[in-house]
Each structure stands twice: as C-alpha cells, then as structure tokens.
C-alpha cells in the first residue's frame, strides 16, 4: 500500500472519530437539556447542529476522494464502505438530537412530564447505545459492538410503554395534550435514534469481521455468548 494511501485511510478514520465525538456529546447534551428543562443548552446543541453537517460532508467527500484516486480492496475497502455508512448514521443522529432540543425550546415544561414518566430510563439506554457503537469502533471491538444490538429492543419496548402512559394522561387531562404529543414525537426520536446507532454497531461488525448482521433476528443470552452468532452471517 502507498503511504499516501496509508495516510489518506488515517486521516479519514481520525476525521470520523471526531464526528463520533461531537454527535455523541450532541445526544448526551440533548438528553440533559430534555430531563432538566434546559432551554439555553437546547438552544447551544440547535447552534451547533451546523458543525455536524459541515463535517459530514468533509467526510462523504473524503470518502468519495478516496474511491475516485485509489483502487480499495479486502479491509481498506470494507473502511471505506464502513466509513460512508458511518458517517451518515451520525448525521441522523445528530438530526435526531436537534429535533430533541427544538422541541426543548419550544416546550421548557416538558421535563416536568418526563421525569413523572421516568423517561431517564429510555434516554440512558439510547446514550449508552451511542457511546458503546462509537467506542466499538475506535477500539475496533466487534464484542462490544455485539453487546449493543439487543439493547435496541429494550429502547422500543420503552417506547411503546411510555407513549401508552402518555395516551392514557391525555385522556385524564386535557391540560396536558400539548406537551404530550411533543413528548411522543421525542420519544419517536429518541427510538430512531437508538436504530441508528445499532446500524453503526452492525458496520463495526462488518468492517473488523467482514460479517453483515441481521440484528432485527439477534436474540442474547448472557449465558451463551455464542448466541449472538444466530444474528450474524458470512
């Protein structure tokens, strides 16, 4: 391999690190903002939103720069492919933790509904998807990458308890529907939030492995480890 080649893969990878590090605080912020009612926070991760979007397209560039000068193949090409899937994957993440902040912004109550409701519990769950998918890569950790693909369930199944709980509010207390409906379409966001996460999880997979994960077929079993091969094909 050139070293030039080398060193354009390394620059890519270091540049989609970075990305991973900003969304990941985007959607660590946008929760805090969510569960404290904090509306100067919200208005900062809205602000900042650009950033994200200016560094995807340095990377999807990058990425195309690459294709265009280079002849990837085996693994270079799989970081390549990974790369592409990666970066948008934290676009919509990032998009999905704006959404969350407008929402703040437009609301500054809603934290009073959340904390009734026990959101913390979805929010952690979702951040911890996040965090876990990123750290997978940077270590290049299929295990833990693995580890974060049965966790989207538990985000849906969340999801649907908590848009029940809030249905059945509403329907007590008209009061309450305004901030309601927002609070289901943030929990929609938080639920799309966490797919895209196990979708980096799944490309983390395939870069190290060169293995594509069906993760919606992955059952767990902390007891089998092995288990987690039934999702996973050659």
């Known amino acids: 391999m050139h070293r030039s080649f080398e060193d354009d893969l390394d ?12 969304v990941e605080e985007q959607v660590e912020l946008a929760f805090r903002a969510l569960l404290e009612g904090n509306e100067e926070l919200a208005k900062f991760i809205i602000e900042r939103d650009d950033k ?6 340095k990377i999807d560039k990058q990425c195309q720069r ?5 002849q990837p193949v085996a ?8 790369a592409i899937k990666i970066n948008n994957e934290l676009e919509r993440i990032g998009d999905m933790a704006t959404e969350i902040a407008e929402y703040v912004v437009a609301d500054p109550n809603i934290h009073v509904l959340v904390k009734d409701l ?16 990123l750290d997978a890569f940077v270590n290049n950790d ?35 529907i305004d901030t309601g409906i927002k609070l289901i379409l943030i929990l929609g966001n938080i ?8 979708n980096i999880a799944e490309n983390v997979i395939f870069l190290i492995e060169a ?19 039934q999702g996973i094909e050659d």
């Not at 690459?66 to 280079?70: P, Y």
């Not at 295990?143 to 509010?169: F, G, M, W, Y």
């Not at 293995?211 to 091969?229: A, F, G, I, Q, T």
């Open 191 to 198: 639920e799309r939030l966490a797919d895209h996460a196990t």
């Open 52 to 57: 994200v979007d200016k560094l995807d397209i």
């Open 142 to 176: 299929p295990d833990l990458a693995k580890h974060v693909l049965p966790t989207d369930s538990t985000v849906d199944n969340l999801e649907r308890e908590h848009v029940q709980d809030i249905i059945t509010l509403m329907k007590s207390d008209a009061d309450i």
């Open 66 to 70: 690459i294709f265009a000068l280079q």
């Open 118 to 133: 026990g959101i913390d519990k979805m929010t952690n769950a979702a951040y911890t998807m996040v965090k876990a998918s």
């Open 211 to 229: 293995k594509l994960v069906r993760h919606r077929h992955l059952e767990y079993d902390p007891l089998n480890p092995l288990s987690l091969d």
């Open 75 to 82: 693994s270079d090409l799989r970081l390549l492919l990974a």
């Open 11 to 22: 620059k890519l990878r270091t540049r989609l690190i970075r990305m991973g590090s900003l």
